[in-house]
């Protein structure tokens, strides 16, 4: 086919400027509908994260609440043991302690009846003596 010849030049010439600007007006209009919707998409987007973002730390919350209970709890049960543990303990104690001291309550028993007789067997040589003596006075005398 063969090319048409524009049948007016100077009417081509004036059309081209004005079908630029309509092109540019329109890629104005599209480029700012565009922005616009991307704007409004990030809005969206902004507040889904934020929302997300909520939730998670509602969770954490949530989360570290029942962890501190668990802790509380278990530093409870731990408490309850020592006192338990502590409470056989002292009664161990007390139980060899008493032990002891009936041993050495024996052992002072035993010491003082072992002292006594000493001292019964000392008196009553030192009386035997004296008795000696004054039998010995009396012979010479």
């Not at 929302?51 to 049960?77: H, L, N, W």
């Amino acid at each position: 086919m063969p090319k048409s010849k524009p049948t007016h030049p100077k009417a081509q010439s004036s059309v081209i400027p004005q079908i630029e600007r309509l092109l540019t007006e329109q890629t104005s209009v599209i480029l700012q509908a565009v922005d616009e919707k991307l704007s409004a998409q990030d809005k969206r987007i902004e507040q889904g994260f934020a929302t997300q973002d909520k939730r998670i730390e509602q969770g954490f919350a949530a989360q570290d609440k029942q962890i501190a209970q668990s802790f509380g709890a278990q530093d409870k049960r731990i408490e309850e043991q020592f006192v338990a543990q502590e409470i056989r303990i002292l009664a161990a104690v007390d139980k060899r302690l008493e032990k002891m001291e009936e041993r050495f309550a024996k052992s002072l028993d035993n010491l003082t009846k072992t002292l006594d007789k000493f001292l019964k067997r000392l008196t009553d040589m030192e009386e035997e003596f004296i008795f000696m003596k004054e039998d010995l006075k009396r012979v010479k005398a």
